[in-house]
């Protein structure tokens, strides 16, 4: 456990980091503005996902969110970095797709046939996926898996999944719409070329270079090895992008890569940065996945706030986990690490009142 000087030495940095996840310092005001910050927001959990432009913005409402999936086609879900579901501007689908997905594809077969699905079946699977959705779509994943049965291709246990994940690997399919009866709605899929239009020529140069230009501006200060686990590319991917935008990088005593000034970068960058308030985050928030060490955040309570890979809900306060909460029945609950101050819980109490008023 590293030492309380060793911290104390590390806290400008991870202030900067928060005033680029727009954790700290003036909030978003769409919920485009948040992702395009981020590049690439953890999308496995809709409500995580919702959550986390919440914390980053103000004023918004879940119901923003669905919106700008909906009506204005300006968000998407889909596969990318890691192989894990991300929400993203429907602008940066193309270039983020070439970059991201080619590299998942080995392991997709492996899964598809460890779940019992050959090759010759995962391929008629996709071609029912792309009929159904030409014809009839936007579909839920329950109704994708309807007719991929009843073409006689296996989707019991996990073998769905990966054959919609193969889909979207093959530039296919996104996750667009949302849709439904009056209840909780469900995200639906579309095909690529109707939602978003024919696939322009993509430079894997220029991409590279914006993929670290980009997440530097959401992630900075960062080393090249948390752009490389954030986006699941090669070490040597990552430094050819980071080399082609070197001019526009700001030079540390660190050694870390960090925009320069009119470069996008974040507004603590430079200069003094601060801690975020005391706020809620939701499930997988992007803050656990932005770098290699989660310790600074997390501490001695990461295996309480990360277990077999699942990411829960949890109390920021001045920088560090706090505690883990839970929504029921429209009610917030805490779960303490250690005892809070009067101060700490009633700032906490109104951040669960704005969870409560955003969901909706």
Not at 124 to 137: F, H, M, N, Y
Not at 189 to 201: N, Q, S
Request: hydrophobic fraction near 45%.
């Amino acid at each position: 456990m590293p030492s309380r000087r060793r911290l104390a030495r590390r806290s400008p940095l991870i202030a900067e980091r928060f005033a680029a996840q727009l954790l700290a310092g003036e909030p978003a005001t769409s919920a485009g503005a948040v992702v395009r910050r981020l590049l690439a927001v953890q999308g496995q959990d809709p409500r995580g996902a919702r959550l986390a432009i919440r914390a980053r913005s103000a004023g918004l409402r879940a119901a923003d969110v669905d919106r700008a999936l909906t009506i204005d086609r300006s968000l998407l879900i889909t596969w990318l970095n890691r192989g894990t579901l991300h929400l993203i501007a429907s602008e940066d689908f193309w270039w983020l797709h070439a970059l991201t997905t080619p590299q998942q594809a080995a392991g997709c077969a492996r899964r598809l046939a460890q779940e019992g699905v050959p090759p010759d079946d995962a391929d008629k699977a996709v071609g029912v996926i792309e009929t159904a959705l030409g014809s009839d779509g936007p579909l839920t994943r329950r109704q994708l898996g309807e007719r991929i049965a009843k073409a006689g291709v296996r989707t019991q246990g996990q073998a769905l999944v990966y054959l919609l994940f193969l889909a979207s690997a093959r530039g296919i399919i996104v996750r667009g719409p949302m849709i439904g009866p009056a209840g909780p709605a469900e995200h639906g899929f579309v095909l690529v070329r109707d939602w978003l239009g024919a696939a322009p020529p993509i430079d894997r140069e220029l991409a590279l270079a914006e993929l670290a230009r980009r997440y530097l501006a959401g992630h900075g200060p960062a080393a090249d090895r948390d752009l490389a686990k954030w986006a699941g590319l090669p070490l040597r991917d990552v430094r050819r992008g980071l080399t082609a935008i070197a001019g526009e990088l700001r030079e540390r005593d660190d050694g870390l890569a960090e925009l320069a000034a009119g470069q996008g970068q974040s507004a603590g960058a430079g200069g003094e940065s601060r801690l975020p308030p005391a706020r809620l985050l939701g499930p997988f928030d992007p803050v656990l996945h932005g770098w290699v060490d989660r310790e600074p955040i997390l501490g001695p309570q990461r295996q309480i706030v990360t277990v077999n890979g699942l990411f829960r809900p949890f109390a920021l306060v001045a920088g560090r986990a706090v505690a883990t909460w839970r929504l029921a029945g429209g009610q917030v609950t805490l779960k303490p690490f250690g005892p809070l101050s009067e101060p700490v819980t009633t700032a906490l109490a109104a951040d669960a009142a704005d969870v409560c008023r955003f969901l909706g």
